[in-house]
């Protein structure tokens, strides 16, 4: 295996592809014994720029290392009906090195993608590492001992993102229990610190109202210097006393008491069925008994 690629290709790699590899084989690793998890990259290429979107699942067969044709092409014929500019690139696995047997399932390809690339994600969890465990190889045709043959080499990348990556990765990191906590118990520390936060800020203008209120009545002397601090402190403010807001607030704040209240009849409503079926269930035993017919 080369230690690097000659190509002088760019690739750009999207958080997406890294959360949906790493779901797949969390998947798999929950429901059975640990195994490599195989399936596609899909993108586009604008001249010597290759930028991985997103990825879907295969089945693959470890004792012939080989892949379920038919599931690949129907998986490929209806990501063209959905996003018809992209193309398979290559493919994605796990494991800590790239391994001969793969060279098969690459070669599988070439039908696809004349030149796949192969992202291989490292499972192992590594706290000295600071890079992302996940390398991108290609394959180039290289003579050793007088044989060309086919090796994968490889490649440098960088992470690129758009809006709606950055904050779903970012609500990921923010809600994933890191320390066996619940995901619940993670939401509630984030909304402690906020609530813990505007309360400090609430505290600290009072401080300067307090402040400035005195020293309109005289009780300690004015300072213009420290008057301009101020006002340049107040200006950095958000500004809420407006008319848009007033209405934008009371809107929402409508809104929250009615769906409020429409939780609480649907409680009721439940509450009263219940109470409904056990008055005809205790009804239809008593009226057995005396030849009476339901009340309800």
Same mark, same amino acid.
């Not at 979107?53 to 209806?78: G, V």
């Not at 494991?95 to 070669?107: C, F, P, T, V």
């Not at 958000?238 to 008491?257: C, G, H, R, V």
């Not at 079926?277 to 030849?291: E, L, P, Q, V």
């Given at each position: 295996m080369?230690?690097?690629?000659?190509?002088?290709?760019?690739?750009?790699?999207?958080p997406?592809?890294i959360?949906?590899?790493?779901d797949?084989?969390?998947?798999?690793?929950?429901?059975?014994?640990?195994r %490599?998890?195989?399936?596609?990259?899909?993108?586009?290429?604008r001249?010597?720029?290759?930028?991985?979107f997103?990825?879907?699942e295969?089945?693959?067969?470890?004792s012939?290392?080989?892949?379920?044709?038919?599931?690949?092409?129907?998986?490929?014929?209806?990501?063209?009906?959905?996003?018809?500019?992209?193309?398979?690139?290559?493919?994605?696995?796990?494991?800590?090195?790239a391994l001969?047997?793969?060279?098969?399932?690459?070669?599988?390809?070439?039908?696809?993608?004349?030149?796949?690339?192969?992202?291989?994600?490292?499972?192992?969890?590594?706290?000295?590492?600071?890079?992302?465990p996940?390398?991108?190889?290609?394959?180039?045709?290289?003579?050793?001992?007088?044989?060309?043959?086919?090796?994968?080499?490889?490649?440098?990348?960088?992470?690129?993102?758009?809006?709606?990556?950055?904050?779903?990765?970012?609500h990921?990191?923010?809600?994933?229990?890191?320390?066996?906590?619940?995901?619940?118990?993670?939401?509630?520390?984030?909304?402690?610190?906020?609530?813990?936060a505007?309360?400090?800020?609430?505290s600290?203008?009072?401080v300067?109202?307090?402040?400035?209120?005195?020293?309109?009545?005289?009780?300690?002397?004015?300072?213009?210097?420290?008057?301009?601090?101020?006002?340049?402190?107040? %200006?950095?403010?958000?500004a809420?006393?407006?008319?848009?807001f007033?209405?934008?607030?009371?809107?929402?704040?409508?809104?929250?008491?009615?769906?409020?209240?429409?939780?609480m009849?649907?409680?009721?409503?439940?509450?009263?069925?219940?109470?409904?079926?056990?008055?005809n269930?205790?009804?239809d %035993?008593?009226?057995?008994?005396?030849?009476?017919?339901?009340?309800?």
């Amino acid at each position: 295996m080369a230690s690097s690629s000659s190509s002088g290709l760019t690739f750009k790699l999207h958080p997406l592809v890294i959360v949906n590899i790493s779901d797949h084989y969390t998947r798999v690793k929950s429901q059975s014994h640990p195994r %490599r998890v195989v399936g596609c990259v899909i993108g586009v290429q604008r001249g010597r720029t290759v930028e991985i979107f997103n990825s879907f699942e295969l089945l693959y067969d470890e004792s012939t290392h080989s892949l379920d044709r038919a599931f690949l092409e129907k998986k490929q014929e209806l990501y063209k009906k959905v996003f018809p500019q992209f193309y398979i690139l290559g493919w994605y696995s796990t494991g800590s090195d790239a391994l001969e047997a793969d060279m098969i399932i690459h070669k599988s390809l070439m039908d696809i993608n004349e030149s796949p690339l192969y992202v291989l994600l490292n499972p192992a969890i590594n706290p000295t590492q600071k890079d992302l465990p996940v390398t991108i190889y290609e394959s180039e045709l290289h003579v050793i001992d007088g044989n060309p043959q086919l090796i994968f080499v490889r490649s440098s990348y960088t992470i690129e993102t758009v809006e709606a990556e950055r904050i779903s990765v970012d609500h990921v990191a923010h809600l994933k229990p890191s320390d066996g906590g619940s995901a619940a118990t993670q939401l509630a520390a984030h909304l402690t610190g906020i609530h813990s936060a505007i309360k400090m800020l609430n505290s600290r203008i009072r401080v300067l109202h307090h402040y400035l209120l005195a020293m309109q009545k005289g009780d300690i002397p004015c300072e213009n210097a420290l008057l301009r601090q101020v006002s340049s402190l107040l %200006r950095r403010l958000p500004a809420i006393e407006s008319e848009k807001f007033q209405d934008d607030f009371l809107m929402e704040y409508n809104d929250t008491l009615l769906i409020t209240y429409l939780a609480m009849f649907t409680n009721c409503s439940s509450t009263m069925n219940e109470l409904v079926d056990k008055f005809n269930t205790a009804y239809d %035993r008593h009226s057995r008994r005396g030849g009476r017919t339901a009340f309800i």
